[in-house]
Every structure is written in C-alpha cells, then in structure tokens.
C-alpha cells in the first residue's frame, strides 16, 4: 500500500518499469523536434513576458525535467506560454520597472508563488477549483488575450516604441508612432508573418510533392520558426540592418541556468499573490486540457490533481533556475505527440537539448531581430482567437454568451486581470441565478406507460384531484423560496387537489434551507387537508431525510417509483367521482 501511495505522487515509478528501447527512440526524435520549435518559442515568449529572451531558455530546462517525474501526462510539454507569458507582464509591471533587475526577481516570484499555489491544491486534492472557470470564460479570455497579444507585438513588427496595458491604450500608442516606422524592421516583420503563415498551410504540401511522406512534411513544417530565425539572422549580417535601425536580441548569456532561492519581499509577495493565483487556475486549465485531449487520443489517462502537484513542482523549479510562470502548452504537446513521445522522458530530452542549446547556440543568436521573434508570437495566438465559438454560443446559451462576451471585452477595455475576474463573477452570478430559477414540470401518465411526461410537452393523461410535479434540480437555499411559492401558487389555483406528489428523480441533494422549506410547505398543505408524497427519491438523498424528523411527520409516503405513487393515490379514490379538471395548467420557469 505504502509503495502504491509513493507511485501516486512519483509517475515515473509507474512508466519507468517498462521503459524500453522503442520507447527511448520515440521520445528522443519528439525531444529533437520539440526542442527545434521549443528554442525560438521560448525567447520570443520571454520577450512579451517583458523578460529578457534568455530567461525564456531558463523556463525551458529545469521546469520539463521535473515535470517528468510528477506529470502523469505522457506527452504534455510544460514550457513558456503565450498567455501565461501575458499575464506575467501584466503582473509584474505593477510591482516591478519592466528591463530592470527587478522586475527579473519578480518574474521568478510569481513562479514560486504560483508554483506553491499549484503544489498545496493538489496536495490537497482542490483541482475542483478550477472548474470556477466555464468554459465560456477560458474561451472568451484566450481569444481576447491572443488579439491582445497579437497587437501588443504589432510596435516590434513596426520597429516603434510603444506600450499600453489594454487595446485601447495599445492601440492609441502605436498610433502616435506612425511615423517613426522603420522600414527594415517593417520589411522582416511582414516577410517573416507571411512566410510563418504560409508554413502552416503550404510547406507540407510542397514537401510532399518533393516525395516525402506526410507524417514527416508534417514534421518538417514545425520547424518554420527555425527557419524564420535563420534567414532572419543571415538578412541582418549580410545587409547591416542593425546599423539601419534594426532591434536585434543582441548578447544571450552563455551557460546554465542559475539556481537559487528568489528574493522573497514580502510587500512583493502580496502584490502578486493574486494574479499568481489567476495564473495557476489558467495554466492549470489549459494544460490539464490539452492532456487529457491527447491522453483521449491513446485511450490513457491523467490525474488533474497529481496534474497540479506536477506542475506546481515545475514551477518552483522555474523559480528556482531564474524563470517565470510556466504550464503545458498546445502547439509544442501536439508536436511531442505528433513526433512519437511515449512517456515524459520525451520532455527531459527537450530540457538536456534545450540546456546544450543555452550553452553552445547563444552566440548564434546575436543578431536575431525581435521583429522575428514578434512574428512567432502573432502566427502563434492568431489560431487561439476563434470568434466562431461567440456564434455557436449564442446559438446554445445566452447565459454562456454573456460571459463569454463580457469577458472578452472587459480583458480588451480593461486588461487580462480584470477580464479573468470579472468571467469568473458572471459565471457564478449566472450559476446562482440559474440554480434560483429549477425547472418545474406538471407531469402526467403517458397512456398505456409506467411513465409521466410534462403536460405541456406531450399528451398525457392527469387526476384533477392530485398534483404531481417534477423538480428538475437539487434543493437548495437559493432555489428554496422559488419552489415554495410555486407549489402554493399552483395549490392555489387547484381548489380539487387533495394530494400532492413531489418526483425526485433529479433531485441529487436537499439542503438544510430546502429541508425547512419542504416542512412549511408540508404544515401548510397539511391546514388546507393536502397530504404531500414524495417519489422516486434517490438513496443518498433518502439517507440525509432519514437522519432528520421529516419523514416521521411526512404526511403522506415515499414510493419506489412514481407510477406506484399515482397507483397507491387512484385507489383510494376507489368508487369516488372524479371532479372535471377546470384548473390552470403550470407557469413554469421554463418549457
């Protein structure tokens, strides 16, 4: 049992039994092909962190080597991400001067902070916080934050100095630049976009015209960033663009990352206590979607709460190593799968390349435009914007539309923070209200059946003399009064009911509020000579009313299904005339 609970925490336990050498080939080509896409990813990342590129290089080696020892996703790729990276710099331009050493500190605070976060929830097993995020709310954040990205990097593609924390600001800001355009950036920018975009539609299918299969066009084809940053560097040195006004990463430290404890502040540590925590429920998110997504895709499984301990894990090391905020990302897990990664050994081999690459290929990257690295950014987050998701939304729920709208136009207007903020409130607001509002059913038997539908939505046969309703959610204290008084509107109206009969059949709990609820609605019924029943009540919810008195002063009776109720109720009624029904039907909540 002890090394079963060992095993739980420590997933390499469980997949480095049977390691083989098969699986060894598979994880090292995907670690080569990750590793290829993964370096110019991770210093133009850095960039819109507002870090400096190495730091992106940092996040990418010690992070992906410890999650390989807690992650049970077998190929999820942790790393710097797009929106992870944006509400990084949005975090710590509050608190820190963006360039400064400072602002570094910062950045590798939040990871510890966010990495700590992670770690307790799922020590504690509360990965069920994160479903405070809809999926409306991610949705609308992602795409508002890739349109805010893609602007964002619009001034490195334009070679001009601007800022803004929102689109608006942005916006405002490049704008009063215009003329200070510098043509050479402008030039690398745009070729670099389009030769980007056309990689992701037009190379595979050159490659396969040239003979290759499709599974290594398709692979080929990762590496256009590579590309991109190559002729990049070579149009630089041989045209001397950087005299012309070019920006270039210029130097990169040489050499492994630096381990040690962050600088702990503790004024810092409050002022990034909360976005750390927005960062930790979005990058959990993101990244536990994507892995269960690709572990569907192989008929295996992950763990979201050993999920949180693995990446909780990667951060601390983040911060331990000089990195930021980090969790699995899309494109590079796609990849990794798509290259063949069997276990996440395959993300250890991406660090050690990601490691030799920091100690042997920095020089290289001297001269490498950050209009590039901003083209890699903006071809990255333009396919995380789907406006076709508002459409379909609308179509299946305004409730959803509402928040998924209103978040993306508080996090355009105000900022990524407040966009967050403000989903996850009309999310719950919308919830509570829903919940207020349960559908309730007058149902009645559908001819020659044992069964009972809505008598607005079928034909069905009733008993003037007995009211029976279907409450199509659990009772609670915000829905308790609602039901109350729909019941006594209904009673009301129906001078010849002399019982009524509550269906159970979606009612998963019944709280303490509810419970007083049920008992005045029992005493009441009871004045006017109503006897109240209840069926098809499920175990767990029986379990509860048994624990209480309800059911020894129920003044009617509890029955297996509601067919018996009805059944039972029609014979004592024996040699009784049956009163016309004149009453009205239901004024549901919903039809």
């Known amino acids: 049992m002890k090394r079963f609970s060992v095993a739980s925490y420590l997933p390499i336990l469980d997949w480095g039994r049977t390691y083989s050498a098969r699986t060894l080939t598979g994880d090292l080509v995907a670690a080569v092909i990750v590793t290829i896409m993964l370096i110019p990813q991770s210093l133009a990342y850095a960039l819109l962190a507002g870090l400096p590129p190495v730091v992106g290089l940092y996040a990418s080696i010690l992070p992906l080597l410890i999650y390989a020892l807690f992650g049970t996703s077998r190929t999820l790729a942790v790393g710097p991400v797009a929106v992870v990276s944006l509400m990084t710099a949005a975090a710590v331009s509050e608190v820190a001067a963006p360039g400064s050493a400072e602002y570094v500190a ?45 602007v964002s990097q619009l001034k490195h593609i334009l070679g001009v100095s601007a800022g803004g924390r929102n689109l608006v600001e942005i916006v405002v800001s490049i704008s009063g630049t215009l003329g200070q ?34 599974f290594v066009a398709g692979l080929v084809s990762r590496a256009g960033p590579v590309i991109a940053v190559a002729v990049s560097i070579l149009a630089v040195l041989t045209f001397d663009l950087a005299d012309k006004g070019v920006r270039i990463v210029g130097e990169i430290p040489a050499g492994l990352p630096p381990l040690h404890l962050p600088m702990i502040d503790m004024s810092l540590v409050l002022g990034l206590i909360g976005p750390a925590a927005l960062i930790s429920v979005i990058g959990f998110v993101e990244s536990v979607s994507v892995a269960q997504t690709l572990a569907a895709k192989r008929r295996q499984t992950i763990t979201p709460n050993q999920e949180l301990v693995g990446l909780g894990a990667a951060n601390i090391a983040s911060a331990f190593s000089g990195g930021y905020p980090v969790t699995g990302g899309f494109a590079r897990s796609v990849v990794n799968f798509d290259a063949g990664a069997e276990t996440p050994a395959a993300g250890a081999f991406t660090a050690i390349g990601i490691a030799l690459a920091s100690l042997f290929l920095t020089p290289l990257l001297y001269f490498l435009p950050i209009a590039t690295l901003a083209a890699t950014i903006i071809v990255a987050v333009l396919s995380l914007v789907d406006f076709a998701a508002l459409k379909r939304t609308w179509a299946y729920s305004r409730h959803d539309f509402a928040a998924m709208i209103t978040t993306i136009v508080v996090t355009l207007a105000v900022g990524v923070e407040a966009g967050v903020v403000t989903g996850v409130g009309l999310s719950i607001a919308l919830l509570l209200w829903r919940t207020s509002r349960p559908h309730i059913a007058i149902v009645g038997q559908v001819p020659g059946t044992e069964h009972f539908r809505n008598v607005k939505r079928h034909e069905v046969v009733t008993d003037p003399r007995i009211l029976s309703l279907r409450i199509d959610e659990s009772l609670n204290f915000a829905n308790a009064r609602t039901i109350e008084d729909f019941i006594l509107n209904e009673i009301a109206q129906r001078p ?41 009540v499920k175990g767990p919810v029986m379990d509860r009313l048994k624990r209480a008195s309800f059911l020894e002063h129920l003044t009617g009776g509890v029955y297996l299904t509601h067919y018996q109720a009805m059944a039972a109720l029609a014979v004592g009624f024996a040699g009784e005339a049956c ?12 039809s």
């Open 579 to 590: 009163p016309p029904d004149r009453s009205a039907r239901a004024s549901e909540p919903h």
């Open 106 to 150: 910062a950045a590798a605070l939040l990871a510890l902070i966010s990495g700590a976060m992670l770690l307790v929830l799922g020590l504690f097993r509360l990965g069920f916080i994160a479903n405070l995020l809809s999926h409306a709310v991610i949705s609308g954040f992602i795409t508002a934050s890739g349109i805010l990205i893609a």
């Open 181 to 214: 355009i510098n043509v050479h950036t402008l030039a690398i920018g745009m070729v670099s976009v389009g030769f980007l975009f056309w990689v992701r539609t037009g190379l595979k299918p050159l490659l396969m015209k040239t003979g290759l299969s499709p």
């Open 496 to 536: 010849s009911v002399r019982h009524l009969v509550l269906q159970c059949t979606a009612v998963n709990e019944i709280d303490g509020s509810a419970l007083e609820s049920l008992e005045l609605i029992m005493h009441r019924l009871s004045d006017q000579g109503i006897a109240l029943h209840l069926s098809e």
